[in-house]
Nanobody, 126 residues
Framework: QLQLVESGGGLVQPGGSLRLSCAAS????????VGWFRQAPGKEREGVSC????????NDAESVKGRFTISRDSAKNTVYLQMNSLKPEDTAVYYC???????????????????WGQGTQVTVSS
């Protein structure tokens, strides 16, 4: 059974950092592009950062470039999202998603994702 489980969310002050984890079970993430998405109340789900299956190239939203970094640890079958310099507008439920091959990396949009995790809440507030 393919499963993605996110962790690492929480409450952080503006300017702080968090690291989200997306652990996979039932399949190897090495053959999947993986993405982080977020959804704030009243807004559509949006792509944050996606990583390619074959070369670990990344595709990042303009709003997070220079602040967020997506990475992969094949030994742990886990993808991370390091979030620095957090802003109140980063507050959302963050989801990881995976798709075989590079389609999710190239598009980094929700409809390109085949498998989803349950989400983890990130709140940036003083």
């Amino acid at each position: 059974q393919l499963q993605l489980v996110e962790s690492g969310g929480g409450l952080v002050q503006p300017g702080g950092s968090l690291r989200l984890s997306c652990a996979a079970s039932g399949f190897s993430l090495d053959y999947y592009s993986v993405g982080w998405f977020r959804q704030a109340p009243g807004k559509e789900r949006e792509g944050v950062s996606c990583i390619n299956d074959s070369d670990d190239n990344t595709n990042d939203a303009e709003s997070v470039k220079g602040r967020f970094t997506i990475s992969r640890d094949s030994a742990k079958n886990t993808v991370y999202l390091q979030m620095n310099s957090l802003k109140p507008e980063d507050t959302a439920v963050y989801y990881c998603a995976a798709t075989p091959g590079s389609r999710l990396f190239k598009l980094c949009i929700p409809r390109a994702a085949d498998y989803w995790g349950q989400g983890t809440q990130v709140t940036v507030s003083s």
